[in-house]
C-alpha cells in the first residue's frame, strides 16, 4: 500500500522546524559562551600596554576594557555622564576624555627627562559585553646609543584594575634589561585594587646596534 504523501509532507516540515530550532539553540548557547567569556567584573579595569620602540617611533599601544556597568561608573566620578544620553553616546564621552586624560596618565621619560606623545589614535573594538577601545601613542624615540625609558600609568585609580604589559624592538635596536618580559611572552596579569594608587610601571632600558645617518 502506498504512502500517504501529505503525511509525509507534515512530517518533513516537522523535522524541518525541530532542526532549525535546535540550530537556532546552538547558536544561542555559542553566543552565550562567547558573551560570557568576554565579560569582565563591574567596577574592574583591564589594561593592556605594548610598548614597541623602533628607531625613530616608540608606540604604546593602550587596550581598556571594562563592563557597560563600569562605564556609567566611570563617567559618574568625571562628571561627564548624561543621563539622557543612551549607551552608545555615553562611549563616545568616554572616547574623548580618555584621548585628551591619556596624555596627563600614562607618562614616558626617556633618561630622564619627560617625553610628550607626539599624536594619540583611539580605535574602538567591543567584543560582546567587554568594551574595548584602543589608544596608540607615538613618542619621537631618542636618538642615541643607548636609551633609559621609564612608563608609568595612574589610570583608573579608583578601580580595581588589571595589568598585563610587555614590550618588543624593531630595527637597529634591541632591549638592554627592562621590568617586564618581552612579547609575544607577556607578562602575568596583576591586580591592583582601588585604595592602591600606586601607578604601573614599565622599566627599561634600549641600546641602538646600527647607527643612524644622524648620529656622528
Known sequence: ???????????NALDSRRLAGAVTLLLNLFSAT?????????????????????????????DVGFHPTTLIMILKELGHLKTSSDYQD?????????????????????DKKVV???????EPMEIAKHI???????????RKIRVAFDISDSSFVGLTRLYGSGFKTKGPIA?????????????????KPPQDSQPFTIVGEIKLLQPLKSIN
Open 90 to 110: 555615553n562611549l563616545k564621552i568616554f572616547r574623548k576624555w580618555i584621548k585628551k586624560r591619556i596624555q596627563k596618565t600614562v607618562m614616558m621619560t626617556m
Open 132 to 142: 574595548q577601545t584602543r589608544l596608540t601613542l607615538s613618542y619621537p624615540t631618542a
Open 175 to 191: 632591549v638592554m634589561e627592562s621590568s617586564t618580559k618581552a612579547i609575544p611572552i607577556r607578562s602575568p596579569t596583576s591586580t
Open 34 to 62: 562567547l558573551v560570557a567569556a568576554h565579560d569582565l567584573p563591574i567596577g574592574t579595569v583591564k589594561i593592556t600596554n605594548q610598548v614597541i620602540v623602533q628607531a625613530d617611533v616608540t608606540l604604546i599601544q593602550y
Open 116 to 122: 610628550l606623545a607626539s599624536k594619540i589614535t583611539v
Open 1 to 11: 500500500m502506498p504512502a500517504d504523501k501529505s503525511n509525509l509532507t507534515v512530517v
